[in-house]
């Protein structure tokens, strides 16, 4: 049976029938808040801590990637090899699976693929689950980290983006908080959006946790990017904007960037940065 997947999704009748093999995937649990630590997880899932040992210690903003050393010493301690397929997976669904596959993207690692559904599809399909915590690697791995350039983008980047006629800047959380006439979940942070972003929420590419066809994903894009092709894509703290990442994956985009810093650098209340609210207008023209 070929371990290799056709695309950057797997369906859990795809892991089932892989899952404990000598040869099979290294399966990664990306959780994150109140999914993460859960009691019940995919047999041999190991935790992929994007809320601790996964993100940047030194920055005072959540979910920043790390560097190649950390990245490389925390994949090894999970027993990552570089000839390995890895699964990710959270307990939302696709939440923070699509970051923790982005961030190996990023990483110059492509053997990764999101289990399409998450936890919840794979509970929903009767299949076996397991309360132990996370048994240790049997051995360290080898996985080096090989960064690829561009692939996370910095403020002085998505300003460039805002007013440039080739790309657009995607801003993946709810309308709402697009608008800003709701408060942020964090605190110290403006309500509002960047001006010039345009509003596609992640979860309007999504039917029941799972991603939509290629052919619905292209046409949602379109319709909020125009003709663009450069997208960047942004979101609260840089996890929902690797769902946008994803989708732009599936219906074909290349090049695309995320916004590490996302809203919670860009919209920090005593932050240079400019900050429009209002609901979402027309798209781009092309």
Excluded at 3 to 20: D, F, K, T
Excluded at 32 to 47: D, F, K, L
Excluded at 86 to 101: F, K, L, M, N, T
Excluded at 129 to 155: C, K, Y
Aim: aromatic fraction near 6%; charge should be negative; proline fraction near 10%.
């Amino acid at each position: 049976m070929s371990q290799e997947p056709s695309g950057p999704l797997v369906g859990v009748g795809w892991l089932a029938a892989r899952i404990g093999a000598p040869d099979g995937p290294v399966v990664l649990d990306a959780s994150v808040g109140a999914h993460r630590g859960g009691e019940r997880r995919i047999p041999g899932a190991r935790v992929f801590d994007i809320d601790g040992a996964l993100s940047d210690p030194s920055v005072p903003l959540p979910h920043t990637m790390p560097g190649a050393d950390r990245f490389t010493r925390e994949l090894r301690a999970l027993g990552v090899n570089d000839a390995d397929t890895v699964v990710v997976y959270d307990g939302a669904g696709i939440y923070s699976s699509a970051r923790a596959w982005w961030m190996l993207r990023a990483m110059g690692f492509d053997r990764v693929v999101v289990l399409d559904g998450g936890l919840p599809a794979w509970t929903a399909a009767g299949l076996p689950l397991e309360s132990a915590p996370p048994a240790p690697p049997a051995a360290p791995g080898d996985f080096t980290a090989r960064p690829r350039a561009g692939m996370f983008v910095a403020a002085d980047e998505v300003a460039r983006t805002l007013t440039d006629p080739a790309a657009v800047v995607l801003d993946a959380r709810s309308p709402q908080r697009y608008a800003g006439t709701v408060a942020e979940p964090r605190p110290g942070l403006r309500a509002g959006h960047m001006p010039g972003a345009v509003n596609l929420p992640f979860d309007t590419l999504q039917h029941e946790g799972r991603m939509r066809p290629a052919d619905e994903l292209r046409a949602a894009l379109t319709a909020r990017a125009g003709e663009r092709e450069r997208l960047v894509l942004s979101c609260g703290s840089g996890v929902t904007a690797c769902v946008l990442a994803l989708a732009a994956e599936l219906a074909g985009y290349r090049g695309q960037a995320v916004y590490d810093g996302s809203w919670s650098e860009w919209g920090i209340a005593s932050g240079p940065h400019p900050v429009a609210t209002g609901a979402d207008g027309p798209a781009p023209a092309p």
